[in-house]
């Protein structure tokens, strides 16, 4: 049986221990957790926990304008989720690709555009031979943070909400790291703050005119690097299947591939 509430506190205690049990797996919805937790507030959030028997088997989150994002579980979770989600606006949905697939079919949906994912996971970290050198972003860096994330979401083509807001609230978590070269920023790398052990890399930009020179390779092995050492066991990324440029250069500083993921954007 689904159940859902808009009470963080109520989904926290009924569906954290299912989720730290695969930390790397769930690394999105427990970074939303961890930050619900912390006080971040979303107009519309609901949270929902699939319990077939004694135990939490299965999560949802919605963050609007996100999408309903899918925890790890049992794919025979997810047509009883579209049954109790109702009438529910759903426009987006992301999680494991056999349960997005699963969603889809049982809502019936047409599909607009899917946004296939890769989960990495760190191994044995490579630093890259590159100029520069990285450092936290901070707060003389804002306008120059609220520029490049509001491209880097305008490039991969999805909404990101109030980026004022994000920014704001990742750079207040010291979530931002710059590559700099000849002393300018050249790169943008963030790091999730940990969630279950975990750090999440994300997002990874370079401006058009600073790419092809490594600078993307250097940012994200600074920030993963900088995760290991000061704040979380494991440090794990999403990368785009259809950039095979950004996932050949992941795996080259230790990135090793885990589980396929999708976003799906449906008709409406």
């Not at 979530?175 to 994300?202: H, I, K």
Request: include cysteine.
């Amino acid at each position: 049986m689904w159940t859902f509430s808009q009470d963080v506190a109520e989904y926290a205690a009924a569906a954290e221990t299912f989720l730290t049990v695969d930390p790397v797996g769930n690394t999105v919805p427990l970074t939303v957790l961890v930050g619900m937790k912390a006080g971040m507030r979303v107009e519309g959030a609901y949270f929902g926990w699939w319990r077939p028997g004694d135990q939490v088997l299965g999560a949802v989150f919605r963050t609007p304008p996100h999408p309903l994002g899918l925890a790890r579980m049992p794919v025979e979770a997810i047509p009883a989720l579209v049954e109790a989600l109702g009438d529910r606006e759903i426009p987006e949905v992301v999680g494991p690709v056999d349960l997005t697939d699963a969603f889809t079919a049982a809502s019936g949906r047409q599909v607009d555009r899917v946004l296939s994912e890769r989960l990495y996971r760190l191994g044995t970290l490579k630093i890259p031979s590159v100029p520069g050198r990285g450092r936290l972003a901070t707060a003389g860096d804002f306008a120059l943070l609220v520029a490049w994330c509001q491209d880097f979401h305008e490039e991969v083509e999805l909404n990101p909400g109030d980026v004022v807001a994000y920014v704001e609230r990742r750079l207040a978590g010291r979530e931002f790291f710059l590559w700099e070269d000849d002393d300018a920023p050249v790169s943008l790398a963030g790091l999730q703050s940990p969630a279950g052990g975990v750090c999440r890399v994300g997002p990874v930009y370079t401006p058009p005119s600073r790419r092809r020179r490594g600078y993307g390779a250097a940012v994200t092995a600074f920030a993963s690097r900088t995760g290991l050492e000061e704040r979380c066991e494991q440090v794990v990324l999403f990368t785009d299947l259809a950039n095979p440029t950004s996932n050949a250069v992941y795996q080259s500083i230790g990135y090793e591939p885990l589980t396929d993921y999708a976003h799906v954007m449906y008709r409406p």
